[in-house]
């Protein structure tokens, strides 16, 4: 019991700068509080003391603001950060390493009783602050849930989440959320690349920037072509021809944030 503590308040310290000394993190962080409590409640579930369980959870919620049902599984080193107002439903499961944020909803969509109706975090998946992840299904090991976003269908492993309905961006070679392995963790699961609409917005200003190039290039072959030393005549190069190029892909690319 002590030493999955320790490892509770060691995630503290590792993933919060705020967070200054081990007593704390013990003393001050309602996201451990509710962890502590969470697992005296889940041991009550299992083991037959259904109303216990929930009385535990209830109070757990008036103490932190957290409610997570006693039925959920939660593994170790999960930080619950700020965390006020996060809801998790009583078939949900959240992996090793994970981090949640305030505001979060793991919740369902089914009402049949018995069955699988919430989610299921892989390892060391973020979910940022105030997003709904709704459902039955699995988000991958190293996932990050965008703040807002509202996620109905599964996160492949190391994607990101974003928008409403939420929008799958896929992952990066070498990049994910996982804190334990690599230094590259994201506060609230937010990265340059996370806007789906912005990159392609990109793509669209390079596809431009790229076809602007290439019809420059043919213009001036063209008007080689048709030089004094040639039978080509020089109507072939009409007046408005663009000969050099006046994309400006670099101002475009920093208007939407690229």
């Known amino acids: 019991m002590f030493s999955r503590l320790r490892s509770d308040i060691q995630c503290i310290l590792d993933r919060d700068p705020a967070a200054r000394t081990a007593w704390e993190a013990l003393t001050c962080y309602p996201g451990l509080h509710a962890l502590v409590l969470h697992r005296r409640a889940h041991w009550c579930w299992n083991h037959g003391f259904k109303w216990l369980g929930r009385f535990i959870s209830h109070v757990s919620r008036w103490m932190t603001g957290i409610e997570i049902h006693p039925g959920a599984k939660i593994g ?3 930080f619950f950060d700020h965390a006020m107002g996060v809801v998790v439903g009583e078939t949900a499961e959240i992996g ?4 949640i944020y305030q505001g979060v909803t793991l919740g369902g969509t089914s009402l049949y009783k018995g069955a699988k109706r919430h989610p299921t975090l892989g390892k060391d998946v973020v979910v940022s602050a105030g997003a709904k992840v709704l459902g039955g299904f699995i988000v991958g090991d190293g996932a990050k849930i965008g ?3 509202v996620v109905i ?6 994607a990101t989440a974003v928008g409403i309905p939420a929008r799958i961006i896929p992952s990066k070679v070498g990049e994910s959320a996982d804190v334990t392995t690599s230094p590259k963790f994201s506060a609230y699961g937010i990265t340059l690349d996370d806007d789906p609409i912005g990159q392609a917005m990109k793509g669209l200003i390079d596809n431009a920037s790229s076809q602007e190039h290439q019809i420059a290039l043919l213009w001036q072959a063209i008007e ?3 030089g004094p ?3 080509m005549s020089k109507d072939c190069v009409p007046k408005d021809a663009a000969l050099t190029e006046t994309f400006e892909a670099e101002k475009l690319n920093q208007l939407v944030g690229k």
Request: glycine residues 10%.
């Open 224 to 226: 080689k072509l048709s």
């Open 153 to 158: 269908k599964p996160v492949p492993a190391g």
């Open 96 to 99: 090793d390493g994970c981090t």
């Open 229 to 231: 030393q040639t039978a």
């Open 76 to 78: 170790e080193r999960v």
């Open 147 to 149: 703040s807002n976003a």
